[in-house]
């Protein structure tokens, strides 16, 4: 192991889990010995699949836990099954999942309207919390929410007498 650890000592950290005492934690965990015989342990039993699961390209096996809450559906679910068709090291698979977030949260404000219930935007994103703690970042956040939506609706009122002179 010497060896091994010689031709590696100009790569910085480099072998630094190798000896026991030598760790970086060290002066601040009572070290057991426990936490070098992590590798002998046996896989849990894996969850059962009651709805669909999104699976990586790079990993095609599920892990041992996995959320069965919120199934893909609607908009958002075509989305997020054409992402998991990618790898995702390309933005073909991050860029869809983006935007089938935002459209799950429409699809789900449209659910609630559905059902006969009123979302209330300003405890669900926690203006109520961030107003008690920091006024300044809501004040900034709405100053900047209205001046892009004034940008925007600027544009369209000028593209439109434009086209129409």
Do not use: C
Not at 26 to 40: E, F, L, S, V, W
Not at 48 to 65: H, Y
Not at 78 to 86: D, G, N, P, T, V
């Amino acid at each position: 192991m010497k060896t091994v650890n010689k031709n590696f000592e100009h790569i910085k950290g480099w072998g630094i889990d190798n000896v026991p005492d030598d760790e970086p934690n060290y002066p601040m965990k009572h070290n057991t010995g426990a936490d070098h015989n992590r590798i002998h342990w046996n896989r849990p039993e894996l969850q059962e699949e009651t709805v669909e699961i999104l699976k990586s390209t790079e990993r095609p096996g599920n892990s041992a836990v996995f959320g069965t809450v919120a199934p893909p559906k609607g908009l958002s679910g075509i989305l997020r099954r054409y992402a998991y068709k990618h790898s995702e090291n390309k933005y073909r698979h991050w860029l869809p999942l983006l935007l089938a977030d935002r459209i799950d949260v429409l699809e789900g404000t449209l659910s609630d309207l559905m059902k006969g219930r009123v979302p209330n935007p300003i405890a669900e994103r926690g203006w109520g919390a961030i107003w008690k703690h920091k006024p300044s970042l809501l004040v900034r956040k709405i100053l900047v929410r209205l001046s892009v939506f004034a940008a925007i609706g600027t544009f369209f009122v000028y593209k439109a007498k434009k086209s129409n002179s």
